[in-house]
């Protein structure tokens, strides 16, 4: 089957960004947000503005080898957050889910959101705003450019007498 695209925008993604903090609200507070870089760290960037964090921690996890999926592998653990008690996990999406199991199983007590979920990931995460199918591949701002797209009439045929 081919693979959709869903383009966010930096506007999207701040509105959902907002929306994911005013639904964290009555979880508050929380001793500080775990990051997962790179992709949650624009999201967390806007959710600590809105819920007034300032203790911000990342984790860095690679799964993805060239195209393929490989094993979870920690480059920079989040050693401010011990165990993740009492702090707010955020990513920018769930996709099969095996980025968040281990970031989970880093940080077993603390609360995981982010702003997009695929049903594989979906059960992994505790809070996210809006579900995408799972062939669809999201395009994040960050991961895409405005490019010139060619009119569907050539300049030649164009206003021909
Ligand atoms: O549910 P999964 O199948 O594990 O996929 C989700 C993860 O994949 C992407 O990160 P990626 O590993 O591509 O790295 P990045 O955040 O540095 O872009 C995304 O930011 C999530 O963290
Ligand atoms: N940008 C992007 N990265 C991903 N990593 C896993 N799934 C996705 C996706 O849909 N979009
Ligand atoms: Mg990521």
Redesign the pocket.
Known sequence: MAVQYATVTWEQLHRDARALAAALMPRMPFKGIVA?????LIPAAIAARELGCRLIETIS????DEEEMGQPQIIKAPEAAGDGEGFLII??????????RFVRECLPKAYFACLYAKPA?KPLTDLFITEVPQDTWVLFPWDTAPLFVPPLVSNKKECAE
């Open positions: 997962v870089t790179r992709g949650g996890v690679v799964t993805y990513d920018d999406l769930v996709d099969s889910g095996v980025t968040a990931g």
